[in-house]
């Protein structure tokens, strides 16, 4: 089987691939990856490691860096992210990683070949996650580790100064409506389900999993002038750059393209790609006015294969 390829795919270009590597440095608080999700994970010294969707690096980068004992593989269906990733390991002397072409649906490896497996805001974007959580216990140990981050799509875990006060009733049920429409449209172009986050659990137990364990990242952003620290900078530049200005339209063309396949008209795809003030922020950013909290509802789930 192969993956699905969006007619619009932003995901594979210079400026996406400047972001996830912003993104990189906001994803985890680094002392609970190292004192909390290390010890849960209990990889085996020298122990074979699969990143499943590992785009630009993510969570293998992360592993590498801490477990510089553990063989790790990266995998991914996108072949420029995984040129970047492979650039930055060399150019930060990582020396256990490497990275090749693969589909998630389909892995081309053995059975029973890794003690762990990993994947990091990828079922969210694959056509079948239940398919890839099978694989994912196909070529697990016995007794090796499963561990997903994913997340759940929600609009009212977040506050900022752009938005807040202009954001009325009949604003978050157009939303709603709206996000109802482009969830099922990614589904339905085969591209994913942004509420797979709280169901991993269930997908891994299907799968013949043992899960062990889950719960929430502790990650939550916050930025407030006069951004004294450098995890707000961190931030703020993330913000930033998600919000520069959509000049070629690739943003909004997948955007209209995905509310339209959930049933959406063209009119609504624009209405939702333009819900969010995105020069507003930009500008505030500038000003040094901007203010924000946000939370985001990743679920961590560890299991292990019997």
């Known amino acids: 089987m192969t993956q699905q390829t969006p007619t619009v795919n932003p995901w594979s270009d210079d400026d996406n691939s ?50 510089p004992d553990l063989s790790i593989l990266g995998v991914d269906f996108e072949p420029k992210p995984l040129e970047d990733a492979s650039a930055y390991a060399a150019r930060n002397g990582l020396k256990n990683l490497t990275f090749e072409q693969g589909d998630a649906h389909n892995l081309k490896y053995e059975d029973e070949s890794f003690d762990a497996v990993l994947c990091q805001t990828v079922l969210t974007h694959v056509r079948d996650a239940q398919t890839v959580i099978k694989e994912i216990t196909r070529v697990l140990k016995l007794g090796g580790v499963f561990f997903a981050a994913e997340y759940t799509d929600s609009a009212m875990s977040n506050y900022d100064n752009v938005h807040f006060d202009k954001r009325g009733e009949d604003w978050y049920r157009e939303y709603y409506r ?15 389900d942004n509420t797979i986050g709280v169901r991993v659990p269930l997908l891994a137990t299907q799968a013949g999993l043992d899960v062990y364990d889950v719960r929430l990242n502790d990650r939550a952003m916050h930025v407030f002038p006069p951004y004294r620290h450098e995890k707000q900078r961190n931030y703020l530049e993330l913000v ?21 396949a959930g049933g959406g008209t063209e009119e609504d795809g624009c209405w939702f790609h333009h819900a969010i003030d995105s020069a507003g922020i930009v500008k505030a950013i500038e000003e040094g006015t901007f203010t924000a909290t946000g939370s985001f509802p990743l679920y961590l789930t560890f299991a292990r294969k019997p």
């Open 178 to 192: 709206i996000n109802l429409l482009f969830m099922k449209g990614k589904k339905a172009l085969g591209r994913g």
């Open 18 to 67: 400047a972001f996830l590597r912003l993104r990189m440095k906001t994803f985890w608080n680094f002392d609970y990856f190292e004192q909390i999700i290390l010890p849960l994970l209990d990889i085996p010294q020298s122990g074979r490691v699969l990143d499943v969707g590992c785009g630009n690096g993510g969570i293998s980068l992360l592993l590498a860096d801490l477990r």
């Open 240 to 260: 930033k750059t998600a919000n520069i200005v959509d000049n070629d339209e690739k943003w909004l063309r997948l955007d209209i393209e995905t509310v339209m």
